[in-house]
C-alpha cells in the first residue's frame, strides 16, 4: 500500500510540474511574440486585446469548473458506492439468520472474507478472480437456503443480489469512469492559446513581467494537479476513505461465531 500511495504522490507531483511547465511556457512564448511584434511595429492597442483575453480566460474557467465538476461527481459516487456496498453486506450477514444453520454458518464465512477482499482491492490489489469465487459461493449457499426455506429467505436473497450489483458499480465509479482523453486534449489546447494570450497581453501593454503571472500559473498547475487527483482514486493525496469497509470487516471478524 505504501508504494501504491508513493507512485500516486509521483503521478501527482508529474502533474503539477507539467501544468506549471506548460503554463510558464505559454506565458513566455505570448509575451517574448507581443514584444518582437511591436519593436517592428505598434501594431495593436491595449484595449482590445485585454478584452479579447479576458473572454478567453473566462472560457477557460467555465471549461476547468466543467473538468472539476466532473471529477468531484465522480469522488462522490465513490463515496456514496462504498457506504451502500457497506451497508449491503452488513444486512446480508444479518439476514443469513434467515438461512438453515448449515448455509448460515457458510453465508457469513464467505461474508467475512469477501469484506476482507473489498479491502485489499482498495488498498490497490487487482479486483482479483477470487472476488468471483467467493460471490459465487455466496449465491450457491442463498439459492440452497432458498431452497429449503421457499418464502422465508427473500430478503436474504434481495441483499446478495445488491452485494453483486454493488461490486460491478464499484469497479465501474472506481476503474472506469475518468474524465475523457479528448476532454483533456481540448482543456490542454484551451489552456495553452489562454496562458499565451494572457503573456501577448502583457507584452502589448509594454510592462515587465508581472509577479501575478507566476500566482496565475502556480494556480492553474495546482487546480490541474487537484484534478487529476481526484479522477485517479487510490493513488494520490484526495482519496475516499475506505475506513467503513475496514471498521465493518473488523466487526465481522469480531462476531465470528
Do not use: C
Amino acid at each position: 500500500m505504501t508504494e501504491a500511495i508513493a507512485l500516486g504522490d509521483l503521478t501527482m507531483i508529474g502533474a503539477f510540474g507539467l501544468a506549471l511547465l506548460l503554463s510558464f511556457v505559454a506565458v513566455e512564448a505570448g509575451y517574448r511574440l507581443a514584444r518582437r511584434r511591436h519593436r517592428q511595429a505598434r501594431l495593436e492597442e491595449e484595449a482590445p486585446v485585454g478584452a479579447m483575453v479576458g473572454a478567453t480566460l473566462g472560457l477557460l474557467a467555465f471549461v476547468l469548473g466543467l473538468t472539476f465538476s466532473q471529477a468531484m461527481d465522480a469522488f462522490h459516487a465513490r463515496k456514496v458506492a462504498l457506504l451502500e456496498e457497506v451497508n449491503a453486506i452488513q444486512s446480508a450477514y444479518r439476514l443469513a439468520d434467515l438461512a438453515p444453520p448449515p448455509q448460515r454458518a457458510e453465508i457469513r464465512q464467505v461474508l467475512r472474507a469477501y469484506a476482507d477482499e473489498r479491502v485489499r482491492w482498495t488498498a490497490g490489489d487487482s479486483d482479483s478472480a477470487s472476488t468471483a469465487v467467493l460471490l459465487a459461493r455466496l449465491w450457491e449457499q442463498v439459492a440452497a437456503a432458498g431452497k429449503a426455506e421457499p418464502g422465508n429467505v427473500d430478503t436474504l436473497l434481495d441483499a446478495a443480489r445488491r452485494i453483486f450489483e454493488l461490486r460491478q458499480e464499484r469497479i465501474l465509479v472506481r476503474e472506469r469512469s475518468h474524465i475523457p482523453t479528448f476532454f483533456w486534449t481540448v482543456l490542454t489546447v484551451l489552456s495553452v492559446l489562454t496562458l499565451a494570450a494572457m503573456g501577448y497581453h502583457g507584452g502589448v501593454a509594454g510592462t515587465r513581467r508581472s509577479p501575478v503571472t507566476v500566482a496565475v500559473t502556480v494556480g492553474y498547475a495546482v487546480l490541474i494537479m487537484l484534478i487529476v487527483d481526484l479522477d485517479q482514486p487510490g493513488r494520490g493525496f484526495v482519496n475516499v476513505s475506505q475506513q467503513p469497509m475496514v471498521d465493518l470487516r473488523d466487526r465481522l471478524n469480531a462476531a465470528r461465531p
